[in-house]
C-alpha cells in the first residue's frame, strides 16, 4: 500500500503582466488587428508595434534596454483556492524464473481524490480510479546477451491544482478538472541488451507509446491560460545505447533516438496524422573521456569531449514556424590530485557558443539553450 497528498494552502494566487496598452489607459489581454486604432503603439529600430503592457527588452548584448524593466505592472491577479489531492494504491508484483526465462508481472489499483476550497464552506470534491498494469519478459540467449518484451499501462488524474488557472475557469466550479478526463497511456517495447566485442555495453529497443486525453494549451490569444484535450497522440521509435571501454583508459558512451510521433485523433481534423509537437525525430548525444594514465608526465591528466544533436521540431502552440536543428559540443579536462582522493574538473560547456532554442510555445515565448558557459567541480571519495 502507498499513499501521496499535495496540499494548497490559502493565500496562493498567480499574478501576471502581459496585454496590450490601449489608448483609454487600460490593458487588454490580447491585441485584435481590426481594432488597431484602439492601442496604443511603439517605436523600435523603425518597426511599429502594439506598445505592451510590460516594456519590452531587446535580447541583443549591449543594447540599451538588454535586460528590460518594469516586471511588477501586474494586470492579472487571480486568488487560487485552497486544495487537497490524494491518492492512494495497492499494487502486488511477482518475480518467476524458468530456466533461461524471466517473467515480471505487477498489478496496481489506484485511488486519486481532488478537494477544491479544501476545509471550506463551499468544498467540493471528485475521484477517479485506475488499475494498472505490468508484464516484462526476459530470454537469456547467451550470458552477455538478453532479449526482453515489456508492456505497461500509465495513468494521471487531472487534478484542479493544476487546472483552476485564470481565465479559464470559475473557482466555485463551472469548470473543473472533473470535466477534464484522465491521461492514459500505454507501452510495449521490445529489444536486445548485449556486449560488444567483450567491452562495450549495448541496448538496441523498439517501441511504441501511446496516449489519450492529452491536457494542452488551447492556443486562444484572448484567454492564454485556456486548455482542452487532445484525443490520442502515438510515438514509434528505436533507441540505440553504447557504454564501456574501449581501451583500458579510454571510456565512451553513445546514444542515438529516433521517434516518429503524431496526432491520432484531435478536435481539429487538421491536425491528424500530422508530427506531435516539441518533438525532435533524431537526436544523438556522444561523450568520451581519455585518462592520460600510460603517458609519465600527464599521468593524472584526463581529457573528455561530447557533442549533442537534436533535429527540428515544432512549438506547442503553433505550426506556423519550426525550430531549427542544433548541434552542441562540450569539453572537460580533469585533474586528480596525487596521493588523495580528491579529483578536479573543468567544464566547457557549448564550447562553440551556438545559439539554439530548446524547446517554443509561440513566436512570444521560445527558451533558448544556455550558452557558452563554465563549471568547476572538485569531487573528494570518501
Request: aromatic content about 14%; glycine content about 6%; cysteine-free.
Amino acid at each position: 500500500m502507498t499513499a501521496i497528498s499535495g496540499r494548497k494552502k490559502s493565500g496562493g494566487k498567480q499574478d501576471a503582466a502581459r496585454g496590450f496598452m490601449m489608448k483609454d489607459g487600460t490593458v487588454s489581454s490580447s491585441y485584435n488587428p481590426a481594432n488597431a486604432a484602439l492601442y496604443q503603439t511603439s517605436v523600435y529600430n523603425g518597426i511599429i508595434f502594439p506598445t505592451p503592457n510590460v516594456s519590452p527588452f531587446d535580447l541583443t548584448p549591449g543594447a540599451a534596454n538588454h535586460q528590460g524593466n518594469n516586471y511588477t505592472v501586474l494586470n492579472i491577479i487571480n486568488p487560487l483556492p485552497t486544495a487537497l489531492t490524494t491518492t492512494h494504491a495497492a499494487y502486488v508484483q511477482h518475480l518467476l524464473t524458468w530456466k533461461k526465462f524471466k517473467l515480471l508481472a505487477g498489478l496496481r489499483q489506484e485511488w486519486f481524490q481532488d478537494i477544491t476550497h479544501y476545509k471550506q464552506a463551499e468544498e467540493s470534491s471528485f475521484r477517479n480510479q485506475k488499475m494498472l498494469y505490468r508484464v516484462g519478459l526476459t530470454y537469456s540467449i547467451t550470458e552477455n546477451t538478453n532479449i526482453y518484451a515489456t508492456y505497461l499501462t500509465g495513468y494521471q488524474p487531472q487534478s484542479n491544482t493544476v487546472t483552476l488557472m485564470p481565465q479559464t475557469v470559475n473557482f466555485t466550479g463551472a469548470i473543473s478538472a472533473s470535466l477534464y478526463k484522465p491521461l492514459l497511456s500505454d507501452l510495449k517495447e521490445f529489444g536486445v541488451k548485449t556486449k560488444l566485442f567483450g567491452k562495450i555495453n549495448a541496448t538496441f529497443s523498439i517501441y511504441e507509446i501511446n496516449q489519450k486525453n492529452i491536457l494542452m494549451n488551447a492556443n486562444n490569444p484572448a484567454e492564454p491560460d485556456q486548455l482542452i484535450q487532445r484525443g490520442a497522440d502515438r510515438s514509434r521509435g528505436f533507441e540505440a545505447e553504447f557504454t564501456g571501454h574501449i581501451l583500458p583508459q579510454w571510456h565512451i558512451y553513445a546514444g542515438y533516438s529516433y521517434i516518429d510521433a503524431k496526432v491520432l485523433d484531435d478536435s481539429n481534423p487538421a491536425l491528424i496524422g500530422l508530427a506531435k509537437e516539441n518533438t525532435s525525430k533524431n537526436s544523438v548525444n556522444i561523450w568520451t573521456r581519455y585518462n592520460f594514465t600510460n603517458i609519465q608526465p600527464l599521468k593524472d591528466f584526463g581529457m573528455g569531449a561530447g557533442m549533442l544533436y537534436q533535429s527540428k521540431k515544432i512549438p506547442w502552440f503553433t505550426r506556423s514556424f519550426e525550430l531549427p536543428a542544433y548541434t552542441t559540443v562540450d569539453v572537460a579536462i580533469y585533474y586528480s590530485v596525487p596521493q588523495t582522493k580528491l579529483q578536479l574538473a573543468l567544464n566547457v560547456n557549448n564550447i562553440t557558443n551556438t545559439r539554439y532554442w530548446i524547446g517554443a510555445q509561440n513566436y512570444l515565448r521560445l527558451f533558448p539553450g544556455a550558452p557558452r558557459n563554465y563549471l568547476f567541480t572538485a569531487t573528494y571519495k570518501f
